[in-house]
């Protein structure tokens, strides 16, 4: 009969890879409530990426690492570098974008963007023709090409609502970020999308999004674990020789002399 | 003694929306700074907030859906109850993440633009402009309030027309941005293939409707230089035009002051009747 062993420890052993397996099953019916969730007009308007894997992750970090040390302000600095340990932590990452906020708004006047009852801030901050906007030019000077149409954002926040319940009914620990979502947005995850959001996932015995000390990129799991192999290693060899130094080894021999002057 | 169970609907309805509020609180938050506010409104609120509907219905057609569908429920005496959602501290961002989501290069410009912003006009949803990630917060805390009532078997749909003429009759007034959500009536899917929708909007209706704003899927052949489109059977016969037209903007301007006035009118009533 097959069995499937799973054990959290080591981290991406076959017993560990088990479980992340379960994640990643998790992660695509989160992705489902995403893409079903309520939005204006039950217009499509989401995307979404499943990442995991080793590699992948720490290339997320590492973008948001690198991102840290662009930015200027240190409390996102901060948040980058803190959240980046997260990446590494998680299971699994869901990217979620809304492809419509800049090219297709929804043209509702509603407020939201510039709180007047016409759309002209996005049509006016973004060129457009005959009420067509061309979202080609893709630079920006700041993380979001804003501004964003505002229905459409508010949508955004329905699908990442939803994968948030979904994660959460299926006993999975999430949580949204926008760090990781800058970061998977420049490496050109959800491409089509102004702005996307990462949530990081983990079904681990401690939720790793929650319960998260200051100077996160310095002291984590991780880091004290290494700080461990480091150290030891080098305890290791300030000791004597087991084969000599060991006190039973010592003990046996001793029993051993006794047992041979009993017999003389 | 047995009880009907029709008598119970508008409390387990109430007893539902507890619930629904529970989760909004308990949402997940990315900047984990909005501050929810929220209130139950009964069925016999309901008729001020028809009227208030009504009076902005004759500027979005939505919310005269919404009008329909309330209405309806309260000619069946069917219990529905709304939970107002309402959110402050959207207009404001301290987060200083500078993302330039709202189109300010810095969340210093986005504020000191937003305080201009004193009132918003008749026509819009929203009191705005609101920081993005804020909004994808609230949302979030609405979503789950959806889920709350979707997992409870309650028919229900997160409404902006329902919050904003709550909002407009002095129901959260200080709150930024007030979405309603429905919760019932006990049936399946009243908020959606809507059947009431058929009272008013008859086929004919429907039809012009579909033609005046998707002219493109009626359009003859294009190389004859003309905006001709098909509109009966025999559209050779008789042949129809859909020429671009500018908007009377002296009317649009009227009829919205029209809505200001009647809002502030019914708001003033509702008020009273406090």
Same mark, same amino acid.
């Given at each position: 009969?097959?069995?499937?062993?799973?054990?959290?420890?080591?981290?991406?052993?076959?017993?560990?890879?088990?479980?992340?397996?379960?994640?990643?099953?998790?992660?695509?019916?989160?992705?489902?409530?995403?893409?079903?969730?309520?939005?204006?007009?039950?217009?499509?308007?989401?995307?979404?990426?499943?990442? /995991?894997?080793?590699?992948?992750?720490?290339?997320?970090?590492?973008?948001?690492?690198?991102?840290?040390?662009? $930015?200027?302000?240190?409390?996102?600095?901060?948040?980058?570098?803190? $959240?980046?340990?997260?990446?590494?932590?998680?299971?699994?990452?869901?990217?979620?974008?809304?492809?419509?906020?800049?090219?297709?708004?929804?043209?509702?006047?509603?407020?939201?963007? /510039?709180?007047?009852?016409?759309? &002209?801030?996005?049509?006016? =901050?973004?060129?457009? /023709?005959?009420?067509?906007?061309?979202?080609?030019?893709?630079?920006?000077?700041?993380?979001? =090409?804003?501004?964003?149409?505002?229905?459409?954002?508010?949508?955004?926040?329905?699908?990442?609502?939803?994968?948030?319940?979904?994660?959460?009914?299926?006993?999975?620990?999430?949580?949204?970020?926008?760090?990781?979502?800058?970061?998977?947005? =420049?490496?050109?995850?959800?491409?089509?999308?102004?702005?996307?959001?990462?949530?990081?996932?983990?079904?681990?015995?401690?939720?790793?999004?929650?319960?998260?000390?200051?100077?996160?990129?310095?002291?984590?799991?991780?880091?004290?674990?290494?700080?461990?192999?480091?150290?030891?290693?080098?305890?290791?060899?300030?000791?004597?020789?087991? &084969?000599?130094?060991?006190?039973?080894?010592?003990?046996?021999?001793? &029993?051993?002399?006794?047992?041979?002057? $009993? $017999?003389? | 003694?047995?009880?009907?169970?029709?008598?119970?609907?508008?409390?387990?309805?109430?007893?539902? %929306?507890?619930?629904?509020?529970?989760?909004?609180l308990k949402a997940p938050q990315i900047t984990g700074r909005v501050k929810f506010e929220m209130e139950?409104?009964?069925?016999?609120?309901?008729?001020?907030? #028809?009227? %208030?509907?009504?009076?902005? *219905?004759?500027?979005?057609?939505?919310?005269?859906? @919404? %009008?329909?569908?309330?209405?309806?429920?309260?000619?069946?005496?069917?219990?529905?109850? #709304?939970?107002?959602? !309402? %959110? @402050?501290?959207?207009?404001?961002?301290?987060?200083?993440?500078?993302? !330039?989501?709202? *189109?300010?290069?810095?969340?210093g410009e986005f504020n000191a633009y937003s305080k201009t912003i004193k009132e918003p006009p008749p026509?819009?949803?929203?009191?705005?402009?609101?920081?993005?990630?804020?909004?994808?917060?609230?949302?979030?805390?609405?979503?789950?309030?959806?889920?709350?009532?979707?997992?409870?078997?309650?028919?229900?749909? #997160?409404?902006?027309?329902?919050?904003?003429?709550?909002?407009?009759?002095?129901?959260?007034?200080?709150?930024?941005?007030?979405? *309603?959500?429905?919760? !019932?009536?006990?049936?399946?899917?009243?908020?959606? @293939?809507?059947?009431?929708?058929?009272?008013?909007?008859?086929?004919?209706?429907?039809?012009?409707?579909?033609?005046?704003?998707?002219?493109?899927?009626?359009?003859?052949?294009? *190389?004859?230089?003309?905006?001709?489109?098909?509109?009966?059977?025999?559209?050779?016969?008789?042949?129809?035009?859909?020429?671009?037209?500018?908007?009377?903007?002296?009317?649009?301007?009227?009829?919205?002051?029209?809505?200001?006035?009647?809002?502030?009118?019914?708001?003033?009533?509702?008020?009273?009747?406090?």
């Amino acid at each position: 009969m097959p069995r499937i062993y799973i054990n959290d420890w080591p981290p991406f052993s076959p017993p560990d890879q088990s479980r992340r397996n379960n994640v990643i099953e998790a992660a695509k019916l989160i992705v489902n409530a995403a893409m079903t969730a309520p939005n204006a007009g039950g217009v499509s308007q989401v995307e979404a990426e499943i990442v /995991y894997g080793m590699e992948e992750q720490e290339q997320i970090a590492r973008k948001m690492e690198d991102l840290a040390h662009e $930015e200027s302000q240190e409390h996102i600095s901060h948040l980058y570098k803190y $959240e980046a340990v997260m990446v590494r932590e998680a299971d699994c990452i869901v990217f979620l974008g809304d492809f419509r906020t800049i090219e297709t708004p929804m043209d509702a006047g509603c407020g939201f963007c /510039y709180g007047v009852d016409d759309c &002209r801030w996005l049509y006016t =901050k973004h060129p457009s /023709y005959m009420g067509l906007i061309d979202a080609t030019d893709r630079r920006s000077k700041t993380v979001v =090409k804003g501004p964003l149409c505002g229905v459409r954002v508010q949508d955004f926040g329905y699908a990442i609502g939803s994968a948030m319940w979904m994660a959460y009914h299926l006993m999975i620990d999430a949580r949204p970020y926008y760090t990781v979502g800058v970061a998977g947005q =420049k490496l050109g995850y959800c491409p089509n999308s102004p702005i996307v959001v990462g949530i990081l996932l983990a079904a681990l015995s401690k939720n790793p999004f929650v319960d998260v000390n200051t100077a996160y990129h310095l002291v984590n799991m991780s880091k004290l674990i290494d700080a461990v192999r480091k150290t030891y290693i080098l305890f290791r060899q300030s000791g004597g020789d087991y &084969r000599i130094s060991d006190p039973w080894a010592e003990i046996f021999r001793e &029993r051993k002399k006794k047992e041979k002057k $009993e $017999e003389k | 003694m047995a009880i009907k169970f029709e008598k119970l609907q508008e409390e387990t309805l109430i007893d539902v %929306a507890k619930l629904c509020a529970t989760s909004v609180l308990k949402a997940p938050q990315i900047t984990g700074r909005v501050k929810f506010e929220m209130e139950i409104l009964k069925m016999d609120e309901l008729p001020n907030l #028809i009227e %208030a509907l009504m009076i902005l *219905g004759r500027l979005h057609m939505f919310c005269m859906l @919404s %009008a329909a569908a309330y209405s309806t429920v309260l000619q069946e005496g069917k219990p529905v109850v #709304i939970l107002l959602i !309402g %959110a @402050s501290g959207l207009r404001t961002s301290e987060l200083n993440w500078n993302c !330039g989501a709202c *189109g300010f290069k810095t969340c210093g410009e986005f504020n000191a633009y937003s305080k201009t912003i004193k009132e918003p006009p008749p026509g819009a949803l929203i009191h705005g402009p609101v920081c993005n990630w804020k909004m994808i917060d609230y949302a979030q805390g609405c979503t789950w309030a959806c889920a709350t009532a979707w997992a409870n078997n309650i028919t229900n749909r #997160i409404e902006i027309a329902s919050g904003m003429a709550a909002k407009a009759i002095g129901y959260l007034e200080n709150c930024d941005v007030v979405h *309603g959500l429905p919760l !019932g009536p006990m049936e399946e899917l009243y908020w959606y @293939s809507r059947r009431f929708i058929n009272q008013f909007m008859t086929y004919d209706m429907w039809k012009e409707r579909l033609q005046d704003m998707f002219g493109v899927l009626f359009q003859t052949f294009v *190389g004859d230089g003309r905006a001709d489109i098909k509109i009966t059977d025999d559209w050779w016969m008789r042949r129809h035009t859909n020429k671009v037209q500018p908007i009377n903007m002296e009317e649009f301007e009227e009829m919205n002051k029209g809505i200001a006035r009647d809002i502030e009118e019914l708001k003033k009533r509702v008020k009273g009747g406090k």
